[in-house]
């Protein structure tokens, strides 16, 4: 069973940065990628992005390319996110998942294992 860790939210102004981690419990051998969702209060979850543990091939959001990046420490299990430049439309919260599956990243039906999520709040 793999357990998913987010840490890294919280309060931020508007233009400010954050870092999100999301350890794994065990070397995700299983799984061929990690992925970010976020999912704002009476919207659907979002794809925000993505990354394979093998070649570190990322995918992102169109709408958030640019200023969201996507990394990976495989020696730690850990994944991260690193959001500039941050709106008040980020404000949400911030899943992280884990999926035996390669393609089709931005489905959430897509992963096995999720996180229990980090609040992102992006103050105006």
């Known amino acids: 069973q793999v357990q998913l860790v987010e840490s890294g939210g919280g309060l931020v102004q508007a233009g400010g940065s954050l870092r999100l981690s999301c350890t794994a419990s065990?070397?995700?051998?299983?799984?061929?990628?990690m992925g970010w969702f976020r999912q704002a209060p009476g919207k659907e979850r979002e794809f925000v992005a993505a990354?394979?543990?093998?070649?570190?091939?990322?995918y992102y959001a169109d709408s958030l390319k640019g200023r969201f990046t996507v990394s990976a420490d495989n020696a730690k299990n850990t994944v991260y996110l690193q959001m500039n430049s941050l709106k008040p439309e980020d404000t949400a919260v911030y899943y992280c998942?884990?999926?035996?599956?390669?393609?089709?990243?931005?489905?959430?039906?897509?992963?096995?294992?999720w996180g229990q999520g980090t609040q992102v709040t992006v103050s105006s």
């Open positions: 990354i394979t543990w093998t070649g570190g091939n990322t």
């Open positions: 065990e070397r995700t051998f299983s799984s061929y990628a």
């Open positions: 998942a884990a999926t035996y599956d390669s393609g089709n990243y931005d489905d959430p039906w897509n992963y096995d294992y």
